[in-house]
């Protein structure tokens, strides 16, 4: 699979080693620097609390990949209301919280390449086993990444991702 074997690239000609299938994010869009070690505010590598009043999870959004095996993920933040992220917290231990019901959550994390923002949309977020990054479902409107997840991308796509985030600027970058 082209996976490994990586791709040609369309925009500078080169051949590119191994194709991405996922994007970390580690911090929600919203989060500054600055706010390090302020009263109220930590960034850890699955949560974040920003002021004491606003609440995150990291989460994974997946797109099926209609010509592969392997889902491609977005790695994102979602911002949960304080009790769903008391919950959610509370359960982040518990065998059981594969059963909890699912959380309503903005999604927080700006992707690259979507238009509108990918900031904001709705989502509803699931509980995973022990050990397993909760997953993000979006709400099904006609917003470009809630099309893709419902319908799901091809090869082509995660490639054209690929070059794109490789050469923001188009052809004539590298
Ligand atoms: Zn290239």
Redesign the pocket.
């Known amino acids: 699979m082209s996976v490994e074997l990586g791709f040609r690239?369309s925009?500078?000609?080169?051949r590119?080693a191994g194709l991405p299938f996922s994007y970390g994010s580690l911090a929600p869009s919203y989060w500054q620097e600055s706010f390090e070690g302020s009263p109220g505010s930590v960034l850890g590598d699955e949560h974040c609390v920003i002021g004491g009043e606003h609440f995150f999870v990291r989460a994974r959004l997946l797109l099926p990949v209609v010509d592969a095996e392997e889902e491609f993920e977005w790695s994102v933040w979602v911002s949960l209301s304080e009790p769903s992220f008391d919950r959610m917290t509370t359960w982040w231990t518990e065998p059981g919280r594969v059963d909890e019901p699912s959380y309503f959550g903005w999604l927080s994390t700006e992707l690259p390449l979507y238009e509108p923002t990918t900031l904001n949309l709705k989502t509803m977020v699931h509980s995973q086993a022990i050990g397993t990054r909760p997953t993000v479902e979006l709400e099904p409107t006609g917003h470009p990444l809630a099309v893709e997840q419902r319908a799901g991308i091809t090869l082509a796509r995660v490639q054209d991702i690929a070059?794109r985030l490789?050469?923001p600027g188009g052809p004539a970058s590298s």
Not at 11 to 14: D, I, K, S
């Open positions: 690239c925009c500078c000609g080169q590119h070059e490789l050469h």
